[in-house]
C-alpha cells in the first residue's frame, strides 16, 4: 500500500487529497460531539478537554509529518510543518470569529483556561527560540531544551486543570458570554462507550491525516516548491484540517470555550512536534540546523497569540463585520508572513 501511494499520479493524489478532507470533515465534527460530551461527563470542563483531547486528537496527523520527515533528513520540513501549523490553526480561529454572528468570538469565549493555555503557548514558543541561539549542545544527539519543552507542556496542563477546580481570576460576564455550563447527560451512550468512540474517531484522524501528507507530498513534488513552502503552506495546512473543522463545529454548537481551547490547546499541543523532531533527528540539534525564514514563524506565531490574548483580555464585543481587532491583525500578520516566505 505504501509503494502504491508513493507512485498515483498527480490526478489522483488530488482526488485522494479531496476524499480525505471530506472524512475528516464528517470524523471532526463527530470528534467534537463527542470531546464536548466528555467535557461534561468527566467533570474536565471545556478548556481542559479541548487543550488534551480535542487538541492532541486533531494533531495527530501533523505530528506524524514532522517526526518522519526529521527520521528522514527533513529537517526543514518538520519544523516548518510544526510552526505552519500553529500559525495556520491561529488563522482558523478568525474564521470560527466570522461564523459566530453574535457577538466577537473572543469576547464570548474568554475564560480563565484559554489565557493560560495562551500563555503556556508564549512560553512554548520562546523555549524554542532559546533552542535555536543557545550553545549546540546535545545528549543522545537531543538538544536540552528538548526535555524542558515537554516539562514546560505538563506543567502547564496542571496550571490549567487547578484553574478549572479552583479558579483565582473570572471575566466580567456579560450578555455576550458563554460559559462553560455542563449539559443534562443523555444516558444513551455510556462514558466507556464515549471514550472508545473518542478514540476511534482519533485514529481515524491521524490515519486520514497520513493519506493527505502522502497526496501532499506528491502534489508538492510535481511545484517544486522548497521545503519551507511545502511546509507552512502545504502540509501545514492539510494536517491542521482537523482543527478547522472541529472548531467550527464547536462554535455551531454553542461551545465556544472548547473552541477557543482546541485552537489554543492544539498550538501549544503543536510546540512538541519539534521537540518530537529533534528527538527522531540523528544530525545533532535540529534547531540549529532550519534557515532563518523557518524561524521567523516562530516570531510570527508569538505576536499572533499575544494577539489573541490581547482580544481574549480587551474582549472587544463587536467590530467591524461582527469580528474583533484581533482576527483582522491575525489575518494581516499570517498574510505577511507569507509574503515574507516568497521573497
Not at 470560527?96 to 469576547?107: K, Q, S
Not at 486543570?161 to 447527560?185: G, I, L, V
Not at 523532531?277 to 540546523?289: K, L, M, P, T
Request: aromatic share 8%.
Amino acid at each position: 500500500m505504501f509503494t502504491l501511494l508513493n507512485d498515483i499520479s498527480l490526478l489522483a493524489a488530488f482526488a485522494l487529497f479531496g476524499f480525505c478532507a471530506v472524512v475528516i470533515g464528517i470524523v471532526g465534527t463527530r470528534l467534537t460531539r463527542v470531546v464536548d460530551s466528555l467535557a461534561d461527563r468527566t467533570g474536565l470542563g471545556e478548556a481542559i478537554a479541548g487543550a488534551v483531547l480535542l487538541g492532541m486528537a486533531t494533531s495527530l496527523s501533523g505530528i506524524v509529518v514532522s517526526v518522519s520527515s526529521a527520521w528522514t533528513d527533513k529537517p526543514e520540513l518538520a519544523m516548518s510543518n510544526a510552526l505552519g501549523g500553529i500559525a495556520v490553526q491561529t488563522l482558523f480561529l478568525t474564521i470560527a470569529d466570522m461564523v459566530y454572528r453574535r457577538a466577537n468570538l473572543e469576547h464570548a469565549a474568554a475564560s480563565l483556561g484559554n489565557l493560560i493555555q495562551g500563555a503556556l503557548l508564549l512560553c512554548l514558543l520562546s523555549l524554542l527560540l532559546v533552542g535555536r541561539f543557545a550553545p549546540e549542545w546535545t545528549f543522545w544527539q537531543i538538544h536540552p531544551i528538548t526535555p524542558l519543552l515537554f516539562i514546560a507542556y505538563l506543567f502547564g496542563l496542571r496550571l490549567i486543570k487547578n484553574a478549572h477546580t479552583r479558579p483565582m481570576w473570572s471575566p466580567t460576564r456579560t450578555r455576550e458570554t458563554r460559559e462553560d455550563q455542563p449539559d443534562e447527560p443523555s444516558g444513551k451512550i455510556t462514558l466507556k462507550r464515549l471514550w472508545l468512540i473518542f478514540l476511534g474517531l482519533a485514529l481515524a484522524i491521524g490515519f486520514t491525516g497520513w493519506l493527505l501528507e502522502r497526496s501532499a507530498t506528491i502534489i508538492a513534488a510535481e511545484t517544486g516548491l522548497s521545503q519551507a513552502a511545502v511546509g507552512v503552506l502545504l502540509t501545514s495546512v492539510v494536517t491542521s484540517l482537523p482543527e478547522l473543522v472541529t472548531t467550527i463545529a464547536a462554535v455551531r454548537r454553542g461551545a465556544l470555550t472548547l473552541a477557543v481551547a482546541g485552537i489554543i490547546g492544539g498550538n501549544a499541543f503543536d510546540t512538541l512536534f519539534a521537540a518530537a523532531s529533534d528527538v527522531a533527528y540523528r544530525g545533532g540539534s535540529i534547531y540549529h540546523v532550519i534557515p532563518n525564514h523557518v524561524m521567523l514563524w516562530v516570531a510570527l506565531t508569538v505576536l499572533m497569540t499575544g494577539v489573541l490574548m490581547l482580544g481574549l483580555l480587551h474582549r472587544q464585543e463587536q467590530g467591524p463585520g461582527r469580528i474583533g481587532f484581533e482576527s483582522m491583525a491575525i489575518i494581516g500578520l499570517y498574510l505577511t508572513g507569507i509574503i515574507i516566505l516568497f521573497n
